[in-house]
């Protein structure tokens, strides 16, 4: 595969360097997606029936419903092999332990002031379909959800042609508590959370990771409902120093790389011998793989830096969804990550086990998104009020600032409000 390389100076030159997420190129996709979002508001389930069979090949009879019956979900549990099950609920619990500690006390702060922290009361998740199934998907948006105590969770998610939703899905849904599954896919599932039709329950937060389309959905409906971000293309960036293993590092890069063409994979390091063998490495990988075509469609570049710190200082700029750090000196560099996602540390810290089982939530912000937002986690579903409860002497203390600010902006009647209780 072709692999773009760069010292330090000409990486910052490079226009990959700047990446961020523009959808403004997607003209004829958002022009289908408002469309699509326009119909199920006005249309609800008409709409969703004439959208399914148009995308997914398949809508409810007369006699059927979008909803997957409740006990399909435990008899897809049970259907499942053992150590598939296993899997499941070694994931579900270690996913389920991580977010609890996300769980915090509401903060009080002076006198008469406190923080109230309320989870919205139903949220809606997404689990992509289409040409995988991804039951983790649906145990990291459900688990913190439940986790946060909103009261009701309603999963969406594209059936098949005949209907049918993988076992997995289903049978992860049921161990992370779901109350319902839609089998709707697309933008127009995320419509039909955000709106609500006759079938399926308006909610308050939409969350979980689809494609284009599904993004498109999510900041067309944006303000109508909350949402848990816009991602863009999976990425992640391996920092590493001579000492790294050039096998694990190439392992690394492709199995990000796999997810999509349009995935990225950036190797920073101050040794010029090992990007040469992690470019052969990954050659040879790519012979065995199965995903490797789309692998050889990705972007994938290596940068040589001056020194460790200078390396740790392009990844910060960079802001990946995933930083994996290994090197001699790897927890001082940890300590120095001010952007990223998710950071592994270490050479046995692979980004898999984050995406399955570890525990912390592979729902993260993308393309330099992190340099601001955060993994969805508890607190995409919880919001928070602050309540104010004073006393005439409260009053007076905050009188002539109050005042004071409320005549340098011409608000007379705000100046009013608080001299009058005092006359």
């Known amino acids: 595969m072709t692999v773009k390389r760069f010292d330090a100076a000409s990486w910052l030159d490079s226009p990959l360097s700047r990446r961020r997420m523009d959808l403004s190129r997607f003209v004829e996709e958002r022009a289908t997606v408002a469309e699509i979002c326009a119909r199920v508001m006005t249309e609800g389930d008409q709409a969703l029936r004439d959208l399914g069979k148009r995308f997914d090949g398949w809508a409810p009879g007369a006699a059927e419903s979008f909803e997957v019956p409740k006990p399909e979900l435990k008899a897809a549990l049970d259907r499942l092999a053992p150590?598939?099950?296993?899997?499941?609920?070694?994931?579900?619990?270690?996913?389920?332990?991580?977010?609890?500690?996300?769980?915090?006390?509401?903060?009080?702060?002076?006198?008469?002031?406190?923080?109230?922290?309320?989870?919205?009361?139903?949220?809606?998740?997404?689990?992509?379909?289409?040409?995988?199934?991804?039951?983790?998907?649906?145990?990291?948006?459900?688990?913190?959800?439940?986790?946060?105590?909103?009261?009701?969770?309603?999963?969406?998610?594209?059936?098949?042609?005949?209907?049918?939703?993988?076992?997995?899905?289903?049978?992860?849904?049921?161990?992370?508590?779901?109350?319902?599954?839609?089998?709707?896919?697309?933008?127009?599932?995320?419509?039909?959370?955000?709106?609500?039709?006759?079938?399926?329950?308006?909610?308050?937060?939409?969350?979980?990771?689809?494609?284009?389309?599904?993004?498109?959905?999510?900041?067309?409906?944006?303000?109508?409902?909350?949402?848990?971000?816009?991602?863009?293309?999976?990425?992640?960036?391996?920092v590493a120093d001579a000492g790294a293993r050039p096998d694990f590092v190439a392992a690394d890069l492709a199995a990000q790389l796999e997810h999509d063409p349009l995935a990225w994979g950036v190797l920073i390091t101050d040794s010029p011998q090992l990007a040469d063998r992690v470019d052969e490495e990954l050659e040879s990988l790519l012979l065995g793989l199965e995903r490797a075509a789309i692998i050889r469609q990705a972007t994938c570049c290596v940068i040589v830096a001056d020194d460790m710190d200078q390396a740790l200082s392009l990844a910060n700029d960079f802001a990946p969804e995933h930083l994996l750090i290994v090197a001699a000196d790897a927890e001082r560099l940890a300590a120095q990550v001010r952007n990223a996602g998710a950071v592994f540390v270490g050479a046995y810290a692979t980004v898999p086990l984050g995406d399955y089982a570890a525990g912390p939530n592979h729902t993260l912000p993308t393309s330099g998104a992190a340099r601001f937002a955060s993994p969805l986690g508890v607190y995409t579903f919880l919001k928070r009020t602050s309540v104010l409860s004073l006393n005439r002497g409260d009053l007076e203390t905050l009188r002539e600032a109050s005042v004071r600010l409320a005549e340098m902006e011409g608000l007379g009647a705000h100046a009013h409000a608080i001299e009058v209780r005092l006359e």
Request: charged share 20%.
């Open 83 to 238: 150590a598939d099950r296993s899997a499941l609920e070694f994931a579900a619990r270690r996913i389920r332990e991580f977010h609890e500690r996300q769980v915090q006390a509401a903060a009080v702060g002076s006198p008469g002031l406190k923080l109230l922290t309320r989870p919205v009361r139903r949220a809606g998740v997404y689990a992509p379909g289409g040409r995988a199934a991804y039951p983790s998907t649906v145990l990291m948006t459900v688990i913190p959800a439940r986790v946060a105590k909103v009261e009701e969770v309603v999963l969406a998610t594209p059936p098949r042609s005949d209907g049918s939703v993988p076992s997995a899905i289903l049978a992860a849904a049921h161990l992370a508590g779901v109350d319902a599954v839609y089998r709707v896919g697309g933008a127009q599932a995320i419509a039909a959370l955000a709106y609500g039709t006759a079938s399926i329950p308006r909610v308050d937060v939409v969350a979980g990771p689809g494609n284009i389309y599904v993004t498109l959905a999510k900041k067309e409906v944006f303000g109508s409902v909350g949402v848990d971000g816009i991602a863009g293309p999976t990425e992640v960036v391996v």
